[in-house]
């Protein structure tokens, strides 16, 4: 099985964008903020890179609100996490704990299910 890598490249005039390492075909993703899918999300392939594939998720006016906002891109119908997003609005980060500790909880999960990954590999 090919290891899906999701890379972000940059944030640009409201739309995340990023390159997925996926092989011959692209998932499909989902982004999600507070549990709620966005739409418009679009993957392309990258012109002349077999296996690569341009990833946009526009970020809607409507979602920002002060505070921090965490968007999960996943494999849609799985629970893996390809990548991550925040953003911060209203507020300075470096005054923000809250930053620190979302990304914190995101890192907890990636390695919870890491390690549950490997557990079932290693008994079975």
Known sequence: MIEKRLTKTRIRAGIWEGV????????KLEVLLLEQPLSGVTVDPVAGRSGEWAVRVPIPAEVLSEGVQTFLIREAGTTETLAHFTIITGVAMEDDMRAEVDLLRQELDMLKRAFRRHCLETMG
């Open 20 to 27: 997925l390492s996926a092989g011959d075909s692209p998932p």
